[in-house]
T-cell receptor, first 112, second 113 residues
Framework: DAKTTQPPSMDCAEGRAANLPCNHSTISGNEYVYWYRQIHSQGPQYIIHGLKNNETNEMASLIITEDRKSSTLILPHATLRDTAVYYCIVRVDASGTYKYIFGTGTRLKVLA | GAGVSQSPRYKVAKRGQDVALRCDPISGHVSLFWYQQALGQGPEFLTYFQNEAQLDKSGLPSDRFFAERPEGSVSTLKIQRTQQEDSAVYLC???????????FGQGTRLTVV
C-alpha cells in the first residue's frame, strides 16, 4: 500500500527553486522519508533522506513538518537536467528487514 | 563499471516461456533489492536479500516468481510461465550496508507477447 501521495506533475522555470510536496500522514515514528528521482529509461537516483530534522546536501534540501505528516523537497536552482520523475518514499523496517515504498511520483518539467 | 549492472537490458518472451534476469550489484554490497515497475507507475517492492539470505519475499506476486543470491553477490530473478501482466521494467538495487544509500541499476525491460 502506498504510504505517500504526490501531485502528478509540476512545472518550474529554469533557475528558480522547485518545491515538491509530499503527504505521508500515516508514517510511523521510526520510518524515514527518502527522495529519489528517475530520468527516462534510467534507474532511480538517490537525492536525500531524513527522519524528523530538516536535511540539506549538495543536491537538495528536505523540509519535514513537525508532525511528520508531510515534507517538501527543494531544488534551489532548477536546471533543465533536473527534469525527471521525483519519488517520495517511506522506508519501512520490520523484523530485521527493510524496504522502500515508492509513491506514484511527481513529473517535474523544468522550463527554459 | 562501478554501478549496478543488469542484463539483459531488454527481453521479449512469448507467453508461457521462462525467463531469468540477472543483477550484478556493486562489489561488497550487502543489501540487494528487486523491484517491478509497470509503465507509468512507481517501482513496487518484490524481494530483499541480506548477503545470501532472502529476508523478505512478500512482494513477489505469485509462485511463478523466484529470486536467488546463492553466494551473496550476483542475484537472479526468475519468472516461470510468463504472462502478459508480467510485462514491466525489473529494477535491482544494492547498498553497502543496511540503511545506506541504495543504488539502482538501469533495469531490464521485459515484454511478454
Amino acid at each position: 500500500d502506498a504510504k505517500t501521495t504526490q501531485p502528478p506533475s509540476m512545472d518550474c522555470a529554469e533557475g528558480r527553486a522547485a518545491n515538491l510536496p509530499c503527504n505521508h500522514s500515516t508514517i510511523s515514528g521510526n520510518e524515514y522519508v527518502y527522495w529519489y528521482r528517475q530520468i527516462h529509461s534510467q534507474g532511480p537516483q538517490y537525492i536525500i533522506h531524513g527522519l524528523k530534522n530538516n536535511e540539506t546536501n549538495e543536491m537538495a534540501s528536505l523540509i519535514i513538518t513537525e508532525d511528520r505528516k508531510s515534507s517538501t523537497l527543494i531544488l534551489p536552482h532548477a536546471t533543465l537536467r533536473d527534469t525527471a520523475v521525483y519519488y517520495c518514499i517511506v522506508r519501512v523496517d520490520a523484523s530485521g528487514t527493510y524496504k522502500y515504498i515508492f509513491g506514484t511520483g511527481t513529473r517535474l518539467k523544468v522550463l527554459a | 563499471g562501478a554501478g549496478v549492472s543488469q542484463s539483459p537490458r531488454y527481453k521479449v518472451a512469448k507467453r508461457g516461456q521462462d525467463v531469468a534476469l540477472r543483477c550484478d550489484p556493486i562489489s561488497g554490497h550487502v543489501s540487494l533489492f528487486w523491484y517491478q515497475q509497470a509503465l507509468g507507475q512507481g517501482p513496487e517492492f518484490l524481494t530483499y536479500f541480506q548477503n545470501e539470505a532472502q529476508l523478505d519475499k512478500s512482494g513477489l506476486p505469485s509462485d511463478r516468481f523466484f529470486a536467488e543470491r546463492p553466494e551473496g553477490s550476483v542475484s537472479t530473478l526468475k519468472i516461470q510461465r510468463t504472462q502478459q501482466e508480467d510485462s514491466a521494467v525489473y529494477l535491482c538495487a544494492s547498498s553497502l550496508e543496511r540503511y545506506t544509500e541504495a543504488f539502482f541499476g538501469q533495469g531490464t525491460r521485459l515484454t511478454v507477447v
